[in-house]
């Protein structure tokens, strides 16, 4: 059970009302995750926004992204993200023994070595942030990245650690079907 209470539509401020629209227009619904965070409009916003910029806009592929939110929240153990970001690959048509792969084995799941050194980045980014390399960060660089490229990859991976840290202290229910 939740340990905040979601914010429902019929319970939230005009201003919240407003943000959720935006979402909706998004995803079709409002996850529980903005409802928490509505109980904090200043935050909701900043977050969404924040959401907007990285997973809707950018240089990079949103499959990459959604590849990216997966990996990090797999490391972070959110089962919410997990499940919600494996939905949206599937709807992207990614496989569930490719979801998986990258869960439990970023070198065998079906997709370019670029992508697979990612992935690898972004999990010991995650994980042991300080153990990341100079070499490694210019081993990104030699794929072809860009700085803001790689920043945006760390983005990313930065935005699903904190939603990761803060749906797990919560509690937050799960609205996404579990893949």
Aim: glycine fraction near 4%.
């Amino acid at each position: 059970m939740a340990r905040i209470k979601p914010i429902e539509k019929e319970e939230a401020t005009d201003e919240v009302r407003i943000i959720y629209r935006d979402i909706e227009a998004a995803f079709g619904m409002v996850p529980n995750l903005f409802k928490t965070y509505a109980n904090f409009p200043a935050l909701l916003r900043v977050n969404w926004e924040k959401t907007k910029i990285l997973m809707m806009g950018g240089e990079l592929p949103r499959e990459l992204k959604e590849s990216i939110a997966v990996v990090v929240s797999a490391a972070n153990v959110c089962n919410y993200c997990v499940a919600a970001h494996s939905m949206a690959l599937t709807m992207m048509g990614f496989s569930k023994e490719k979801i998986d792969a990258m869960i439990k084995n970023i070198e065998r799941a079906e997709m370019s070595q670029r992508d697979q050194q990612i992935l690898q980045y972004v999990k010991k980014a995650t994980l042991t942030p300080h153990r990341i390399t100079d070499r490694e960060t210019e081993e990104l660089k030699s794929t072809g990245l860009t700085s803001s490229q790689i920043i945006e990859i760390l983005g990313v991976m930065e935005l699903f650690t904190g939603y990761n840290k803060f749906l797990d202290a919560l509690a937050v229910e799960i609205d996404f079907p579990e893949a």
